[in-house]
Antibody, heavy 125, light 107 residues
């Protein structure tokens, strides 16, 4: 069974740090881009970051640039999100997501086909 | 960045009836559009990719259509488990962007 399991969420004070982990199983992690998506309480979905199969390409939403770092260890079947200088507005459920690629006219397109159950991050004093 | 707008924000429909949800992109995204379903307390689930291709295990009562900037998700014969929030997402250009969601509620 294809599965993503997040861990590492919790309560942290503003300015603090957390490291989220995502354990992948049931598929070969090396073959996929991976993303983190978050959802603030009562709000919609927001893509946060993603990372290429070999970590050679990484992208972030502007609001987390310089504070969050996405990484992966394909040998450990894991993806990580290091979150520093946390703010109240980072409070959300964070989902680990697999990016499925399709090829069309020599270009690749990526949609999110497998989601973990999420881990909750609360930034509050 | 491509802005994705969903309408209506809330849709009230009776079980057994049909629901039609709309999604509009601020620029042409071809058919690079996905729909996701999120029930309360659960993670989103992929319903449709490529604007009209159902994901594995998704019932045939779910159908997607459209291309360019206008898209529709239609759910026929609504079941109790279909009442949820639905998000569309364009993946034609990065950053990929989600709509704000449509809540489908029981009338």
């Amino acid at each position: 069974e294809v599965q993503l399991v997040e861990s590492g969420g919790g309560l942290v004070q503003p300015g603090g740090s957390l490291r989220l982990s995502c354990a992948a199983s049931g598929f070969t992690l090396l073959n996929y881009w991976m993303s983190w998506v978050r959802q603030a309480p009562g709000k919609g979905l927001e893509w946060v970051a993603n990372i290429k199969q070999d970590s050679s390409d990484i992208y972030y939403v502007d609001s987390v640039k310089g504070r969050f770092t996405i990484s992966r260890d394909n040998t450990e079947n894991s993806v990580y999100l290091q979150m520093n200088s946390l703010r109240a507005e980072d409070t959300a459920v964070y989902y680990c997501v697999r990016d499925f690629h399709v090829r069309s006219r020599d270009k690749y397109y990526y949609y999110m086909d497998v989601w973990g159950k999420g881990t909750t991050v609360t930034v509050s004093s | 960045e491509i802005v994705v707008t969903q309408s209506p924000a809330t849709l009230s429909v009776s079980p057994g009836e049909r629901a039609t949800l709309s999604c509009r992109a601020s620029q042409d995204v071809s058919t690079n559009l996905a729909w996701y379903q999120q029930t309360p307390g659960q993670a989103p689930r992929l319903l449709i990719s490529g604007a009209s291709t159902r994901a594995t295990g998704i019932p045939a009562r779910f159908s997607g259509s459209g291309s360019g900037t206008e898209f529709t998700l239609t759910i026929t014969s609504l079941q109790s488990e279909d009442f949820a929030v639905y998000y569309c997402q364009q993946y034609n250009k990065w950053p990929r962007s989600f709509g704000q969601g449509t809540k489908l509620e029981i009338k």
